[in-house]
């Protein structure tokens, strides 16, 4: 397929960090696509948490099944851009391989422990995951993926983390958060792409764990919208068949009205090719209108779904796990002696071990290790 001149060209790539030989058959952004999902922590991914934690039942969406839909979303949209699908559907698959266990509680829970010590950020995780904890070739730490990759894993990033990465990498990945540039359309993309996916998911599992109703969700107009739409065609409808048929128009019309905005806002802003895109604002993004509703979905989430006494409950013991297995390491109790490479502290390299852990291996081992003993 033909791309457009805005999209990334997998040709004209700012390169690897270690110069490879190119691969025969496939692209650069194939060739992260496929060291991505080769790598060890996509396959953790599967026992992380997204919003309910993982034991709490199967069929929840996982930090793997929101990576797979995030993908989904954001080649289909891409196709219809003619952006580089294979750039999308690399950085979606890798946007979250940086996340702890036990989801938003447990990178809280890890920041704390590490606050006077780097703090920690799960999107330059992942990038650290990428760039050096991935330990599957022979001549460099890391998956050696290419710029633009890396340049989409990086999402967000803090002011202080970014001068420390520009400090290694001059005008490199983080230079953008410190001159206020934009990434490549595509990454723009896997970052909104991440967003539709989570609040239509969150909803079904909101519902599907009875936290929240169907009946609740007629507050939120854009859900609504889509309820009455359905119940127009399918009057007898009911329960879950009602809720997905809901759900699958809400994310349907929310893809149509991405790629409708961003190609009037790549119009409008007379983008050429992808160095234009770098100099403008957010070109990949909803309607005015479309932005107004999601913001009012997500509001809705806060209010009841992340902030729900059940999911507060669960994830304050996962803090507290997150956190006594920080204070176990750092005392280096009997059998658990972490060693830091070179150049890395203490507290960074059990950090990085614990930001590793899947739910369930966290909540073994700090079983394990507190035999006997409270933390609290
Ligand atoms: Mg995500």
Known sequence: MQLAPYASDPASSRGRRHPEVPAPTRTEYQRDRDRIVHSTAFRRLVYKTQVFLNHEGDLYRTRLTHSLEVAQLGRSIARSLALNEDLVEAIALAHDLGHTPFGHAGQDALHECMREHGGFEHNLQ????????????????????????????????????????????????????????????????????????????????????????????????????????????????????????ALRRMLSVQVYDVIDATRRQIQQAGVRDSADVRRSGVLVNFSESMRQDSRELKRFLFANLYRHPDVVATTSRAR?????????????????????????????????????????????????????????
């Open 126 to 245: 992942s990038l650290r995951v990428v760039d050096r904890l991935e330990e599957r070739y022979a001549d460099f730490d890391g998956l050696n993926l290419s710029f633009e990759t890396r340049e989409g894993i990086l999402k967000h990033c803090s002011k202080t983390n970014a001068a420390e990465l520009e400090r290694q990498e001059p005008g490199g990945v983080a230079a953008r958060f410190l001159d206020g540039g934009q990434p490549s359309l595509e990454a723009q993309l896997a970052n909104l792409a991440d967003e539709i996916a989570y609040n239509a998911h969150d909803v079904d599992d909101g519902v599907r764990s009875g936290l929240l109703s169907i009946e609740q969700l007629e507050a939120v107009p854009l859900f609504d919208a889509h309820l009455r739409e359905t119940l127009g065609a399918h009057p007898a409808l009911r329960g879950r068949r009602l809720l997905f048929e």
């Open 320 to 376: 507290q796990v997150i956190a006594g297995l920080f204070a176990a390491y750092r005392e280096g109790w009997p059998d658990v002696a972490i060693t830091a490479a070179p150049g890395i502290s203490i507290e960074r390299a059990i950090s990085d071990y614990i930001a590793g852990m899947t739910d369930r291996f966290a909540t073994r081992e700090f079983e394990r290790l507190t035999e006997g003993r409270a933390f609290d």
